[in-house]
Each structure stands twice: as structure tokens, then as C-alpha cells.
């Protein structure tokens, strides 16, 4: 059986139950700050994506994901979540 580990992005986490049949592999976003995990190289892959345009800063208020290019913006409209 072939090992499909030739991504050329890093696989975060790779986790292998043993003695059961599944075997679960885990691809982690490794940008700082962020902690999305996947079980699908395509779903990371397009998560990706949103780091690589000029907003770095997402909300991470689950439904939102407004992104800002700035922490200071990021910060000023978590504050918007709290009213
Ligand atoms: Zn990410
Ligand atoms: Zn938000």
C-alpha cells in the first residue's frame, strides 16, 4: 500500500488508531493563531486561502469570519459581538 504523505504542504497531524480499521488523518492550518483542523486535504487547502489575501486578522466568533487587516480593527469589532 502506498503512503500518500508526497503533499507539499506540511501535514499537520497524523493520527492512526490502533487496532481499529480507521485510520484518521488530520491536516492542521499551521498559520499562528490559528487552529482550524480538517479531515480533508481540500478543505484545508481552501481555509488556506484566507490567509493568503491582505487580512490576516479573522474573527473567530463562530458565523462571522470577518477578516481585517489590522489586530487593532479585529479587536474594535469583536467588541460589536459583546452588545
Ligand atoms: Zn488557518
Ligand atoms: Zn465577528
Known amino acids: 500500500m502506498p503512503r500518500e504523505n508526497n503533499f507539499s504542504l ?3 497531524e497524523t493520527s492512526i488508531k490502533s487496532g481499529a ?3 484518521q488523518t488530520t491536516f492542521k492550518c499551521n498559520e499562528i493563531g490559528c487552529s482550524k483542523k480538517y479531515n480533508c486535504y481540500a478543505k484545508l487547502k481552501s ?3 484566507t ?3 491582505d487580512k490576516p ?3 473567530n ?3 462571522c469570519n470577518k477578516r ?4 487593532g480593527e479585529l479587536i474594535k469589532h469583536q467588541l460589536d459581538h459583546l452588545n
Not at 68 to 71: A, D, L, T, Y
Open 68 to 71: 481585517f487587516k489590522r489586530s
Open 51 to 53: 490567509h493568503t489575501n
Open 57 to 59: 486578522f479573522t474573527c
Open 47 to 49: 481555509h488556506k486561502v
Open 10 to 12: 506540511t501535514i499537520g
Open 61 to 63: 466568533v463562530p458565523g
Open 21 to 23: 480499521t480507521t485510520v
